[in-house]
């Protein structure tokens, strides 16, 4: 069966291998996930479980969220996220998934919302090099230069490389290793780093590259 969780990052460290080599991890709240949904080809079209994180109160959610989860009839949850599984008949609505789904070297893929970083020049946004800093270049040496020809096509093409907003969109890690599970506290430690600030919501999946 494939393996998904909605997890919170907590924030990243490092730990000792038994040669003693240095390897930079990030922690992870994983879990415990309850299934809200299950869609089947048969009705849907599709296959695919949605499941839950974070119990919340029921004055934050409006009233049509509140009935999705009492037709589950499962815990009032914060995020709710659906993943598309080729298998996920061994699972049913109201079952919990934790972090044991996991065994210490499987390899994961992660997906979250990186870090807003704001509007940015081309060399913070797309590693431009500066221009030269003498005969000159006067006060721009840090801007994106020439952008195309006078004459023809006498425009800037679609999809030239500018300045612009930097960061705070969806970003996809893969084929991470899992280092070290802690059931009793719902921690996932991850071999690298994750996408997101201290506190932001992530998703985990089997890698699809890794074996």
């Known amino acids: 069966m ?3 969780l909605i997890g919170k990052k907590i924030a990243m460290t490092q730990l000792f291998d038994e040669q003693g080599n240095v390897i930079p991890v ?4 994983a879990g415990p996930c309850v299934v809200v949904q299950k869609k ?15 119990d919340v109160r029921a004055k ?6 509140k009935g999705h989860f009492v037709k589950a009839d499962v815990a009032l949850k914060k995020h709710l996220r659906e993943f598309r599984l080729d298998d996920c008949d061994t699972l049913n609505v109201g079952d919990l998934l934790k972090v044991d789904i996991f065994e210490i070297g499987n390899k ?13 020049g081309a060399i913070k946004r797309w590693n431009f090099h500066r221009l030269k800093e003498t005969h000159g270049s006067g ?26 907003h930097l960061g705070a969109e969806r970003v996809t890690v893969q084929n991470l290793s899992v280092v070290k599970i802690d059931v009793e506290n719902n921690l996932l430690v ?3 780093a994750v996408p997101g600030s201290r506190g932001s919501i992530v998703y985990i999946t089997d890698s699809v590259k890794g074996s």
């Open 139 to 164: 006060p721009v040496v840090r801007h994106a230069g020439s952008m195309g020809a006078c004459s023809d096509p006498s425009k800037v093409m679609k999809g030239v490389k500018l300045p612009g």
């Open 2 to 4: 494939q393996k998904c």
């Open 60 to 65: 934050i959610l409006n009233k049509p969220l």
């Open 40 to 54: 089947r080809i048969e009705s849907d079209g599709y296959q695919s479980l949605q499941i839950g994180f974070q």
């Open 26 to 29: 990030t922690v992870i709240e």
């Open 190 to 192: 991850i071999k690298g």
């Open 108 to 120: 994961v893929d992660i997906w979250g919302t990186s870090k807003g970083k704001g509007y940015a």
